[in-house]
């Protein structure tokens, strides 16, 4: 055969290595670090997550939007002390952001826009809007519900027959 070029630690860790026992361990590896980085960052706070969590997806709490904030770091001389301060960045790209949206209602939708005052929902309104409209016909779930396992049945079917 052919002389194996590689260096003999990679030869030793990963050339004895099969593929799929190579997916396993990345795959081990992924979780580890996905389950430490989430143990050792701060939870969101609750008041940001009606309805973006299963268990709060029928709330009809009002929830706070999300800041976009930079933190910068600010050494101190005086002190020898690394701070960080709060920059809010919402206001850089508010003209740039109206005019996109105006080019995109006025490319993208057929609904006309009125410069007359229109009325405006409240946060309350909005969100138990956002809550109802969640809720579902139960003729309709089951019919999906239905509909989705004949589509799995038809998968394995053919998945089993070609196989």
């Known amino acids: 055969g052919l002389v194996d070029p590689r260096p003999p630690i990679v030869k030793a860790l990963v050339g004895q290595v099969h593929y799929l026992h190579f997916s396993i361990i990345l795959w081990a590896i992924s979780g580890m670090a996905t389950i430490a980085i989430s143990l050792m960052t701060p ?97 309709w779930k089951r019919f999906v519900d239905i509909n989705i396992v004949i589509c799995i049945c038809v998968s394995v079917f053919g998945f089993a027959f070609f196989s």
């Open 43 to 139: 939870p969101i706070p609750q008041y940001y997550l009606h309805r973006l969590t299963w268990k709060t997806r029928f709330s009809s709490d009002v929830r706070r939007k999300w800041e976009s904030e930079q933190l910068t770091d600010v050494y101190n001389e005086n002190d020898k002390q690394l701070h960080l301060e709060v920059i809010d960045g919402s206001a850089s790209n508010s003209d740039a952001q109206t005019l996109c949206q105006k080019f995109t209602k006025a490319c993208c939708t057929d609904e006309v826009v009125e410069s007359g005052p229109k009325y405006e929902k409240t946060e309350e309104q909005k969100a138990q809007d956002t809550a109802e409209f969640l809720k579902e016909d139960p003729f």
